[in-house]
């Protein structure tokens, strides 16, 4: 039985952008056929046990031709596979969406489109180019000015012209000067307004503006590369007035995050919002250690502790697993408090219906061992090289504890070129530290051998930065252990 073939437009590469229905189509794929203008963070989003494929067309190459392209699809969809493929912007706005399904119809094979956010739209929106205003223009016209090679525009550009509207141009960066002059010898206005928006909804976005007249020879001086969309029309000299992205606070500044995957996005999201470039490395992430029979001997015996000390989401997450593979649920904790060493642990508690009963007002290990309340033994639940600094306040307050680790950290990516390379060669990198773990991830990554001059490590609480420091790496530190704090520190920073 044939599969499905999902179209789904990728949007212009704010991954916000990408619309809920198209995220769904995306996580349910067995097999994503995708272009290179898909965003990274996109490109993230797709499920780790499906077959990728790169089909990576550009202006003037395509390493894979579209009618190898639809036989792609075709035979993906043969094998009973479900296929997302994913375009960049709209798949049916000069994105060649049509033709792929023409051989699938031919076919047989079931398939749906999935609208997406069209660059033609929403990159002049990013560069405060509202496409239409009442005041300016009553129409809107999106053109491809996409030439064959060794052949002239096909544009009528006398009937543009006399529809005195927005016009705006997508796949047009190399015949810029030909779009310009065919408008001025059809009659448009040399002090037209005019601009370029590259690489638009993106961090890297840049917005030129000029006059019709003046556009093609700013465009060439600042070296503008395809995606860029070319705006003409009075709508652009609003540019300057309704410009909001390039005044977020973190436009043009690179931050990297090293959190665990399964925990990476919420910061991601939060940095993209503010309009910093993000790439997420995880550098660590946590295994279960499953066996754990020193797990299964406390939580027989949980009458015996008045508290059971969390010290992460990932503790939170292996006390879960425990009580539903033994066929239990928050009902088995009885009468035991909980201590939450910080807000994010708090949270995660909260997921399943528990309340954490204590936690510091300085969220770290040495402050909760330190905080929390004396009557009965502590039950501590985290990871397999947890913080000394806990049990050794216990200890000296003679309360009793029990130390069982129920995950391990390992480090991901060790020895990363990819990464070494940004670290060296991106002026003011920004990386963000939210455990002594993901330094030491960090340094395994890049290789404790490289140069830290040129990054700053956002370090979320002092006990991670000491971390840092221990590798030479220079620091800035959060007021708080918390995410508001962290993002508030890079926010601050720049």
Same mark, same amino acid.
């Given at each position: 039985m044939p599969g499905k073939v999902t179209l789904v437009g990728a949007g212009p590469g704010d991954p916000g952008l990408l619309?809920?229905?198209?995220?769904?189509? @995306?996580?349910?794929?067995?097999?994503?056929?995708?272009?290179?203008?898909?965003?990274?963070?996109?490109?993230?989003?797709?499920?780790?046990?499906?077959?990728?494929?790169?089909?990576?067309?550009?202006?003037?190459?395509?390493?894979?031709?579209?009618?190898?392209?639809?036989?792609?699809?075709?035979?993906?969809?043969?094998?009973?596979k479900n296929v997302v493929r994913l375009k960049g912007g709209d798949?049916? @706005?000069?994105?060649?969406?049509?033709e792929e399904l023409e051989l699938l119809a031919?076919?047989?094979?079931?398939?749906?489109?999935?609208?997406?956010?069209?660059?033609?739209?929403?990159?002049?929106?990013?560069?405060?180019?509202?496409v239409t205003h009442r005041d300016c223009c009553s129409s809107?016209? %999106?053109?491809?000015?996409?030439?064959?090679?060794?052949?002239?525009?096909?544009?009528d550009f006398e009937a543009l012209v006399r529809t005195k509207g927005t016009l705006v141009f997508l796949m047009g960066v190399s015949?810029?000067?030909?779009?310009?002059?065919?408008?001025?010898?059809?009659?448009?206005?040399?002090?037209?307004?005019?601009?370029?928006?590259?690489?638009?909804?993106?961090?890297?976005?840049?917005?030129?503006?000029?006059?019709?007249?003046?556009?093609?020879?700013?465009?060439?001086?600042?070296?503008?590369?395809?995606?860029a969309v070319i705006v003409v029309g009075k709508v652009c000299a609003l540019a300057e007035d309704f410009d909001w992205f390039d005044h977020l606070p973190l436009k043009g500044k690179t931050v990297v995050v090293t959190r665990p995957k399964e925990r990476s996005g919420t910061l991601s999201a939060r940095l993209r919002d503010l309009g910093a470039e993000v790439w997420e490395y995880p550098c660590i992430a946590t295994l279960p250690l499953d066996p754990c029979p020193a797990l299964d001997d406390a939580m027989e015996r949980l009458g015996d502790y008045e508290w059971l000390a969390l010290t992460s989401p990932a503790g939170?997450?292996? @006390?879960?697993?425990?009580?539903?593979?033994?066929?239990?649920?928050?009902?088995?904790?009885?009468?035991?408090?909980?201590?939450?060493?910080?807000?994010?642990?708090?949270?995660? @508690?909260?997921?399943?219906?528990?309340?954490?009963?204590?936690?510091?007002?300085?969220?770290?290990?040495?402050?909760?061992?330190?905080?929390?309340?004396?009557?009965?033994?502590?039950?501590i639940l985290r990871a397999e090289e947890g913080s000394p600094a806990l049990t050794e306040e216990l200890?000296?307050?003679? %309360?009793?504890?029990?130390? %069982?680790?129920?995950?391990?950290?390992?480090?991901?990516?060790?020895?990363?070129?990819?990464?070494?390379?940004?670290?060296?060669?991106?002026?003011?990198?920004?990386?963000?530290?939210?455990?002594?773990?993901?330094?030491?991830?960090?340094?395994?990554?890049?290789?404790?051998?490289?140069?830290?001059?040129?990054m700053v490590g956002m370090c979320i609480g002092a006990q991670t930065a000491a971390e840092a420091q221990k590798h030479g790496i220079p620091v800035k530190t959060a007021r708080a252990a918390t995410m508001d704090a962290l993002v508030e520190l890079i926010t601050e920073g720049v």
């Open positions: 619309t809920r229905k198209g995220l769904k189509a @995306l996580e349910r794929a067995e097999v994503v056929v995708y272009d290179r203008l898909v965003s990274p963070a996109i490109l993230a989003l797709m499920p780790e046990g499906a077959e990728k494929i790169n089909v990576g067309k550009q202006a003037a190459r395509h390493p894979v031709p579209q009618d190898q392209i639809n036989q792609i699809l075709l035979d993906k969809a043969l094998e009973g798949p049916f @706005l000069f994105g060649r969406g049509g031919e076919h047989g094979i079931p398939f749906e489109e999935v609208p997406g956010i069209t660059s033609a739209i929403a990159a002049p929106a990013y560069g405060g180019i509202p809107l016209h %999106i053109i491809t000015g996409h030439q064959r090679a060794g052949k002239a525009l096909d544009i015949a810029l000067p030909q779009i310009c002059q065919g408008l001025l010898t059809a009659g448009m206005g040399p002090n037209m307004p005019a601009a370029v928006v590259e690489r638009g909804t993106t961090p890297a976005q840049r917005r030129i503006s000029a006059t019709l007249e003046t556009l093609a020879e700013r465009a060439e001086q600042a070296g503008v590369e395809s995606p939170v997450d292996a @006390l879960w697993r425990w009580l539903e593979a033994s066929g239990k649920d928050a009902r088995a904790l009885g009468n035991v408090k909980l201590a939450a060493i910080g807000p994010g642990t708090g949270r995660e @508690l909260k997921k399943y219906g528990l309340k954490a009963d204590y936690v510091p007002e300085v969220y770290d290990a040495a402050h909760l061992g330190a905080g929390l309340p004396a009557g009965g033994n502590v039950l200890a000296r307050r003679n %309360i009793g504890y029990d130390d %069982i680790a129920t995950y391990r950290t390992v480090y991901e990516n060790p020895r990363s070129q990819e990464l070494r390379e940004a670290l060296e060669g991106t002026d003011g990198l920004l990386v963000t530290f939210t455990s002594a773990s993901t330094v030491k991830g960090f340094v395994s990554s890049v290789g404790a051998d490289a140069d830290f001059s040129n």
